[in-house]
């Protein structure tokens, strides 16, 4: 396995005229660690990947590599591994020779570059590819030889910019298993870019959520997903119903409310019910039917309470009461332990 390095940034603010790309970002990702950055085009989640790079310069702020300090140290010189959007391998070469390049700058022997070499087109699973060129391999085989080059000198950290947007949806999670694998197995400490939200959770040990260049909330995936930080958080990592709590109730109606301050109870989806009848006991609201999205084995419920306000529901198709329909009236209902107040 190879020797993971930990990674600081205090304080890391990025101008680009008078535009703040960065402000204030401040984090310590451990040795070994998965941490994906995170957030909506134009967060700033990428142009910290750069800085962490070395490819931008921050215009304040520290970066540290294992308590040293790199913030003027030069990419080439952070001898870190990066896989990039669009692959950018050779043309020209082959499997093997695009993963053997970076060790052959660092001058290491034929015999170690070839045993090397041998072993990292086994552990991405492009046996028998290896005298191929990029334009005879498909997007997912690319994506893996871009993997393979990344690592193949055993760098502390590897940095990866949105690396499976070119794929359809099930090569993507194909990868995301070949990349949680392969984590798992170099030791290597990961930080990785998307804006896909379901990859994030399924990938990260911490995930880093990114809006308007600044950091809104690092934390593991379930704390992220179930306890976030703030409203946009909440709002941005899947869906949430946001319902307005005034006193001990919600439009009148009493309910049990958490522990926390807030003027919003914050429920996730998943955790509530519906039902045709006033439920006898917990949380329970009337609602009224708006639209409903069959998605195969979920049917995604658009509601509305009384006041207007709007919530959603996925509920198992199999498990929908027959003939339902705009304008119908329900009840939807929750246990007090599942909610937030934001």
């Known amino acids: 396995m190879t020797q993971a390095a930990e990674i600081g940034a205090s304080g890391i603010g990025k101008m680009f005229g008078r535009f703040t790309a960065l402000q204030d970002i401040s984090m310590t990702i451990g040795r070994g660690e998965f941490v994906t950055l995170l957030g909506p085009s134009g967060s700033g989640k990428t142009t910290f990947l750069m800085i962490l790079s070395g490819f931008e310069a921050p215009t304040s702020g520290r970066l540290t590599l294992d308590g040293q300090d790199m913030t003027e140290t030069p990419p080439e010189a952070r001898g870190f591994g990066m ?3 669009g692959y950018a391998l050779f043309p020209h070469m082959t ?7 970076p060790l052959k700058v660092q001058g290491r022997s034929a015999a170690d570059i070839s045993c090397r070499v041998k072993e990292m087109v086994e552990m991405v699973g492009l046996g028998g590819h290896g005298h191929k060129r990029p334009a005879g391999l498909s997007g997912g085989q690319q994506q893996r030889v871009a993997l393979a080059r990344a690592l193949a000198y055993a760098p502390p950290v590897l940095l990866l910019d949105e690396p499976f947007s070119a794929l ?12 949680r694998r392969i984590h798992q197995e170099t030791g290597t400490t990961f930080v990785f870019v998307t804006h896909d939200q379901e990859e994030a959770l399924a990938l990260s040990s911490r995930i880093a ?5 600044q950091l809104q909330q690092i934390a593991p995936p379930r704390e ?9 958080v909440a709002e941005f990592l899947g869906d949430i119903n946001i319902l307005p709590v005034s006193g001990t109730s919600i439009e009148g109606r009493a309910i049990r409310l958490p522990d926390g301050a807030g003027d919003h109870l914050a429920i996730r989806p998943e955790y509530m019910d519906l039902s045709l009848s006033e439920p006898g006991e917990g949380n329970a ?4 039917l708006r639209d409903l999205t069959y998605l195969g084995a979920e049917t995604r419920l658009l509601l509305a309470t009384k006041a207007g306000v709007p919530v959603t529901l996925h509920v198992p198709t199999a498990k929908l009461p027959e003939g339902l329909a705009p304008g119908a009236a329900l009840w939807t209902s929750w246990e007090a332990s599942r909610g937030f107040l934001l």
């Open 168 to 179: 359809d949806k099930n090569l993507r999670g194909q990868m995301q298993d070949e990349m």
């Open 285 to 288: 609201l009337p609602v009224q």
């Open 83 to 85: 896989v990039f959007q």
């Open 224 to 232: 992220i997903y179930e306890r976030p930080a703030n409203r946009f």
């Open 95 to 101: 499997v093997e020779e695009n993963i053997a390049f």
């Open 209 to 213: 959520i990114f809006e308007k260049g």
